[in-house]
Structure formats: structure tokens, C-alpha cells
């Protein structure tokens, strides 16, 4: 008798990242997955596109997340605060770090997860930019923050999946701001 | 009779760009490309890996220009004004405008090559931020100055392709770079 567990999809994920990390993503397959999270591969392709998707999977509420809160803010609010509150509001998302971590080191060892996690920035750079134009900034301002805004997620996100465990990943965001408004300035 | 004609290298880039944009690169052979170049399939062989390094000749010398440029500045020279130095060097080296932007249409129809095109950017950032940290800039603001100056980079190049004749690639770059300090200075 197999008994009930919860989470299904939690377990998939869990069990793909152990495989990725001790097998490499190339040489996991989806029955392999699914055995070590005691379901069936059935029961993977219900929660997951395919094997790759698993390490993708939050990326829309992550990108709502981002665009969101700059589409919200105030209008009156000045495009970089904006910014730094959508920052924050992603950061919030991203709160198991130990994930984050293995995920990580998983995408670093394969040329086709890297070009993927590329391609995903470079369309949440430009939902950002369209809305920052719909803020009313102008091109080629509004492109320049969202580049701006995902090198500083990119950065403070390596400091914080490396980091000591009493690094608090929006402060590490507010750093990063800092040091960039530091160097614009010729500093 | 064979006439002999210069310039193989220059005419199999022409032959190439000018069918990837009539039937798009997936569909074109190297035996196309070095057919409408008067020229023989071992010719293309010996100046190109395969059709799609066609597109992506002279990034090292493009790499280069940027990184040596920043490597060689002054001590005394603010990174900002360094990288600003380095993008005006870059830019000197696109000047056949035509060219780069029949480049980027074509790139824009291929996920395939926007992937290689977004890979080529991120060696460059962190080739980039290496110089940096060289010059004694610390992490993050080595990596974060890196990645503001290929997003201006990029934003110029867009503007520079698609702008009229008379806009100048540098003055775009010295725009750009004016725009996100505004930005980031809260404006």
C-alpha cells in the first residue's frame, strides 16, 4: 500500500535537485526522478513540462512579482525607488536559500541551463523596461534600469546564496544599489 | 577561367548575411552560402567554424578591444571613465553599420542565435569585471560596473541600428551612460 504524502510536486523538485547535483542534469531522467520522490512519472509530467522545467518552475510569480510592484508604485514615485521595491519584492520570494544554492550549482554545469536562466532574465528585463515606459520614462532610460535593476538582482542574489547565513538578501540588493550609484557618480 | 578576387573572407560574410535575411539561417547550407560567394565549401571551411560563426567573426577582437582598453587606463582613472574609454573603443570597431544591423535581424528571428548572442555578452561582463577587479574596484561593484556598461552598450548599439545616418555611435554611448546616472541618481 503506498501511503498518501503531501506535496507531491515539493518531493519532485526535491528529488530532481539531489539527482542534478550528483548526477549532473544531462544523465537524470524523469523515471529517475520520480522513483527516488516514490511517485510515478505520470505523476511528474502532471506538475512538470519536463525535466528542466523543474528548475524553472516560480519563474512567472517571480517575474509578477518584479513587474508588478513596479507597475503598482505610485506615480510620483521616482523610477529607481520603484525599482528597489520590486527588487525587494522578488528578493521576498527567493526565502529558501539552501535551494537556491544547489539550484545554482546546477546551472552553473550546463551550457544549456545557463543559455535557459539567460533568456529567462532577458525577458524579465523587458517586461520591466515596458513597464517603466508605461511609468513614463523614456527609452532609453526605461531599458537602461530594468538592465540595470536585473545586474543588481543577479549580483546581491551570487552574495547571497554564497554568503553566511546572517545575510539578509534585501540588504545585500540595497548594497549593490549603493556601490552602482557610487560608481555612476565616478566615485 | 577562374578570376581571382580579394577578399574571401569579407565576400562569404556578405553571401551569408544577405541569404540568412532572404530565407533565415536555418534554412540556409554552407554550399549556399559559398555558392552565391563564388567560392568553394573548403574555402568557407578554412575561414569559418560553421554558419553560425559567420555571424559572431570578430568577437575577440571586439572583446579585446573593451577589456584591453580598460586593463590599460591609467591608474588614476575612475572606473566609470575607464569603461566609458573601453565602449568608445568598442564602438570604433562596428563601423559598417548595414552590416550590424542586417546582423541583428537576423539574430532577432533565431532563438538559437540570440542565446549564443546573450552567452557572447556574459563572457564579456565577466572577462570585464576581471579588469576591473585587476584595477583594485571590489566585488560587487566590479561586476555591477561590468554589467551597466554592456547594458549601455547594447542600448547605444540599438539605438545606433536603427537611428538615422546621422547619429553617432560614441555620442549615443556618452547618452546613455548620462541617462543612468540620472536614473540612479533619483531623478
Known amino acids: 500500500m503506498v ?4 506535496n507531491p510536486r515539493g518531493r519532485l523538485q526535491e528529488a530532481a535537485l539531489a539527482l542534478y547535483g550528483e548526477r549532473g542534469f544531462e544523465n537524470t531522467t524523469v523515471a529517475e526522478i520520480a522513483e527516488r520522490a516514490g511517485l510515478t512519472e505520470r505523476t511528474f509530467f502532471r506538475h512538470f513540462a519536463d525535466k528542466r522545467e523543474v528548475l524553472f518552475d516560480g519563474a512567472d510569480a517571480f517575474t509578477e512579482a518584479f513587474v508588478g510592484t513596479v507597475r503598482n508604485a505610485p506615480a510620483d514615485v521616482a523610477p529607481i525607488d520603484a525599482v528597489t521595491a520590486a527588487l525587494e519584492a522578488a528578493a521576498a520570494l527567493l526565502a529558501d536559500r539552501k535551494f537556491a544554492r544547489q539550484r545554482q550549482v546546477v546551472i552553473a554545469a550546463s551550457p544549456e541551463l545557463q543559455e535557459r536562466e ?26 537602461l534600469t530594468a538592465e540595470l535593476a536585473i545586474a543588481v538582482f543577479r549580483v546581491a542574489f551570487e552574495r547571497w546564496i554564497e554568503g553566511s547565513e546572517d545575510q539578509d538578501f534585501p540588504q ?4 549593490s544599489l549603493d556601490q552602482l550609484r557610487a560608481v555612476t557618480a565616478g566615485a
Open 118 to 143: 539567460l533568456s529567462k532574465f532577458a525577458s524579465l528585463s523587458t517586461a520591466l523596461a515596458d513597464a517603466l515606459r508605461q511609468r513614463g520614462l523614456a527609452e532609453p532610460a526605461a531599458t
Open 3 to 6: 501511503r498518501w504524502e503531501p
Open 172 to 175: 545585500l540588493i540595497r548594497e
